[in-house]
């Protein structure tokens, strides 16, 4: 995800903080001091901070339930509206989607038992309602975030965890992709419902969770589609094969001239015998100009672990591929391992889109 960082590698998961959360602390904190001077304000940060930690314990409940299926969690990071578990792929067995759903929301339920039960908060109706009194107890209003976390994760709002659950259970009537519209469309309803609640009442947060929820539901529908499309379709019909590629002694200024005369956004690196080295993505290229300027050696700016599929694979494992390295580009090898081609996202988008357009 764009904007964010690592701050911290757990489980086999690096936890990264979008830059965004900073602003969320710094408000919180000039609010607070405003209000009660210093104590006050290091108070609010410390109780924003103690709910991220909640956040991120919820995530990781979802990555430890995921790895016993043989399903990586990459990254996890952190927003102002909550955190994001990047997993590399979803449970297709709807049980087992049900299990990595619920797993977070434990967490969450043992935390607060945890803390009533082993630390003395206290879980009233004023904590539920006003989390952000500093005259309730810190403990007891942590306590009540949990329980509060619990409860709205569990909306049946696609792609919270409460809609992947109801997602798994209408798979196990309709198919994955049909059941996914279903969730999508139930949880940009709700969706709506956010948003007009938040824009009556002026809670601005509500609004970002609106738009949040809607645009990972369309997001997460798209992709589901996308991957059953893909099923059908082979690696030679969506591969890109005509294509200018750089040499292992090339320079950044002789991909500057390759980007402006192509419209290539990406350039596969391969040594004399078309075996592949790695790739240069534009991203990359414009770094390197900026750090070490048109002389670099494109092999110190490239990425190297670029990911191959054969000639004969179907689409779906480039699909596969993509998700699980967050790579750009999907090299295409012949039987001897030379680069005869290449697929980004942005070719799978059009060659779904034609395929729709003509029903195939």
């Not at 976390?149 to 798979?171: E, H, K, Q, T, Y």
């Not at 009537?173 to 996914?180: D, E, H, S, V």
């Not at 295409?332 to 059009?350: A, H, Q, T």
Request: glycine content about 10%; aromatic content about 6%.
């Amino acid at each position: 995800m764009q904007w964010s960082f690592p701050i911290v590698r757990v489980a086999g998961s690096e936890i990264r903080v979008h830059v965004t959360f900073f602003l969320l602390l710094a408000w919180i904190g000039i609010v607070q001091f405003q209000e009660g001077g210093q104590k006050a304000a290091i108070e609010g940060i410390a109780f924003v901070i103690a709910i991220f930690a909640c956040v991120v314990l919820h995530e990781l409940g979802h990555a430890i339930a995921a790895r016993r299926y043989g399903i990586k969690t990459p990254r996890i990071t952190l927003l102002p509206i909550g955190g994001v578990a990047e997993l590399e792929r979803m449970p297709e067995n709807p049980l087992h989607e049900i299990v990595v759903a619920v797993a977070g929301p434990l967490v969450n339920v043992v935390i607060a038992a945890i803390l009533v039960y082993g630390f003395g908060a206290v879980l009233s109706a004023d904590a539920m309602q006003a989390i952000e009194n500093p005259a309730l107890s810190f403990l007891s209003r942590v306590a009540a975030v949990n329980v509060i976390l619990v409860l709205f994760n569990l909306i049946p709002a696609f792609p919270m965890d409460g809609g992947r659950v109801l997602r798994a259970l209408l798979s196990m009537r309709y198919n994955r992709t049909k059941a996914t519209d279903i969730a999508a469309n139930i949880g940009q309803g709700l969706a709506f419902v956010f948003g007009f609640l938040g824009l009556i009442s002026g809670n601005v947060l509500l609004v970002f969770v609106a738009i949040f929820v809607y645009l990972a539901a369309s997001g997460e529908s798209m992709a589901v589609s996308l991957q059953d499309a893909a099923k059908s379709v082979e690696v030679k019909d969506a591969m890109i094969t005509e294509f200018e590629t750089l040499g292992p002694n090339s320079t950044l200024d002789d991909a500057v001239e390759a980007l402006l005369r192509t419209t290539q956004h990406e350039f596969p690196v391969i040594d004399s015998s078309n075996n592949v080295r790695g790739v240069l993505t534009r991203e990359a290229l414009v770094s390197g100009l900026q750090h070490g300027g048109r002389a670099t050696p494109v092999i110190e700016v490239m990425a190297k672990d670029m990911p191959v599929v054969n000639i004969g694979d179907g689409l779906e494992e480039a699909l596969k591929r993509l998700q699980q390295s967050s790579a750009s580009v999907v090299g295409v090898v012949n039987g001897d391992g030379k680069l005869i081609g290449y697929i980004n996202r942005e070719n799978i988008g059009e060659l779904m889109m034609v395929r729709a357009a003509i029903g195939t």
